[in-house]
């Protein structure tokens, strides 16, 4: 519900609040949970959207869309953080909806940000609130609830995983911030379609670094001697904090091909070329950080297991430390990738398995390997014959399967 106060300062707002979308026909992204015909689309026009939550990178729409959400549903809507927030705040809120909900028959959506750092005590406080129906949860969070919530919370919530959003929808959202938003319009600003792209596609998904970086741009940028405030890619970079890519689309991937095949080539010289040019160029050294530890598993494997904590390390110290200390680790990590032995098993099993359990997937579990019943008194503990027994685990349709081959070792 909107006070008498909300919108009189509204221009002293960040661009990405002014541009906020309202409703589902400007929200940008997240087809694959909101195109025509998709379930939680079909709750939001039907206005039935029950407890929900929403996960994924920061800046893809979770909180936009629960305000939409509450919006569409002419519900009560109230916004809490779990990290200032305490389960006083949230008797509060309950006590309120509750009210609400008895007096007039109205529901309240209760927004929780960063709902993954909330105790147990504090989710166990809503969930009578949660069955009753005064009170419909909606929790943002960047981190998988599966892991990182309490179950009881997440039992009672529909989960939805938010996506990063396409650079192409990203220059929508600024060509529509430029067109409509009154404090840009009322400047000159030519924007080339160089910096328009970079905003676009270093923002890595995230529409609101994307439309602030335009905004401290327009807003920090002089005017020339014709009053325009023309914004170019190297003004771009600067205002994302973030080095202007100094290469072309093609050439990017070509370098980060020769770079992925250099650490299975086992060439560290190359490799470590390849990745320092990348970073010159202005990409962030996690990426490279990423692809070394999936070449760890994918070309290294159990031949060598420490690869992979060299290349996780890596990546720990770039986020932890930064450059160019954290440059240190990666070129570590990269070396011993490309100098440990080479072996594949690990990515062909997992190919074996996966597809497996695409074509095979009810196929009977062999009774005595099922959770307490009669037959699993039948199961043979390992322990008790000095570790190892022979039986039979995978169903009899895959009983004669080997997706991992153990090498002969030499004497």
């Not at 609101?208 to 905004?215: D, I, P, T, V, W």
């Not at 904590?309 to 490309?338: F, H, K, R, W």
Request: with cysteine.
């Amino acid at each position: 519900m909107q006070n008498l106060f909300e919108n009189l300062h509204n221009d002293k707002k960040p661009l990405a609040e002014r541009m906020r979308p309202n409703s589902l026909n400007n929200f940008v992204g997240q087809k694959h949970i909101l195109g025509d015909g998709k379930l939680l689309r079909r709750l939001i026009e039907a206005k039935r959207v029950p407890s929900v939550i929403f996960f994924g990178p920061p800046g893809t729409g979770k909180t936009t869309l629960a305000r939409i959400i509450a919006d569409t549903s002419n519900s009560n809507f109230v916004k809490l953080n779990a990290i200032s927030s305490g389960v006083a705040d949230v008797k509060g809120v309950i006590e309120k909806a509750k009210s609400e909900f008895e007096l007039y028959g109205k529901q309240t959506y209760l927004l929780l940000d960063e709902c993954h750092r909330w105790s147990k005590a504090q989710s166990d406080s809503l969930l009578a609130a949660l069955e009753n129906g005064y009170i419909n949860f909606i929790g943002c969070t960047t981190e998988n609830p599966s892991y990182s919530m309490t179950r009881a919370i997440v039992s009672r919530c529909s989960v939805f995983e938010f996506k990063k959003i396409s650079a192409e929808d990203i220059k929508l959202v600024l060509q529509r911030a430029l067109n409509e938003d009154v404090n840009l319009k009322i400047h000159n600003i030519k924007i080339d379609s160089d910096a328009l792209s970079y905003f676009a596609d270093a923002s890595c998904g995230d529409v609101r670094s994307a439309l602030n970086g335009l905004e401290i741009g327009v807003i920090t940028t002089q005017t020339n001697e014709n009053g325009e405030i023309v914004i170019t890619k190297e003004i771009a970079s600067e205002c994302l904090q973030k080095k202007a890519l100094s290469l072309d689309e093609d050439l990017y991937y070509h370098l980060l091909s020769a770079f992925c095949k250099s650490l299975r080539g086992s060439d560290s010289t190359a490799a470590l070329y390849y990745a320092n040019r990348l970073i010159e160029a202005g990409v962030e050294p996690q990426v490279l950080a990423r692809r070394t530890i999936a070449h760890a598993s994918e070309d290294v494997g159990l031949s060598a297991p420490q690869a992979l904590l060299q290349a996780c390390a890596s990546l720990y110290a770039l986020d932890n430390l930064g450059m160019p200390e954290g440059n240190l680790a990666l070129t570590q990590a990269i070396i011993y990738v490309c100098e440990s032995p080479k072996d594949n098993r690990v990515v062909t099993a997992m190919n074996m398995a996966q597809d497996d359990a695409k074509n095979h997937p009810d196929d009977n579990i062999p009774d005595y390997l099922k959770n307490h019943t009669e037959a699993s008194k039948k199961y043979k503990y390992p322990h008790d014959y000095g570790g190892y027994v022979q039986q039979q685990y995978l169903p009899n349709s895959l009983k004669d399967r080997k997706y991992f081959v153990r090498k002969e070792t030499k004497n």
